[in-house]
């Protein structure tokens, strides 16, 4: 009894029943390499922003600012992370 079944990443060759996959071979495979570069490069790039960048900003802040105006500094600071990192994953996502 041949049945005709069409899912997602195979075609219908003969009504055989014989399936053949149009997937790319490891395509799993090459997403995951392709997320875990992008880790990489943003962690690294976070890495030395935070190092060089936001290093001096603090200690000019530490030196020169109010209490207040430090602590509202660096929570604008994280509410921008934040901002940003979800900007990054709706776009990421789609």
């Known amino acids: ?4 079944l069409i899912t997602q990443n ?3 060759v003969s009504k055989q029943d014989t399936l053949v996959s149009t997937a790319v071979p490891n395509s799993a495979v090459a997403r995951a390499c392709r997320v875990t570069i992008k880790m990489v490069v943003s962690v690294t790039v976070a ?4 190092r060089t960048l936001l290093q ?5 802040l530490a030196k020169h ?3 207040e105006l430090y602590q509202l500094t660096v929570i604008a600071f994280c509410l921008v992370g934040a901002w940003i990192s979800g900007y990054l994953v709706r776009l990421q996502t789609g």
């Open 47 to 50: 890495v030395l922003v935070a």
């Open 56 to 60: 001096g900003a603090a200690r000019m």
């Open 10 to 12: 195979t075609r219908i």
């Open 65 to 67: 600012a109010t209490d």
């Open 1 to 4: 009894m041949s049945h005709w």
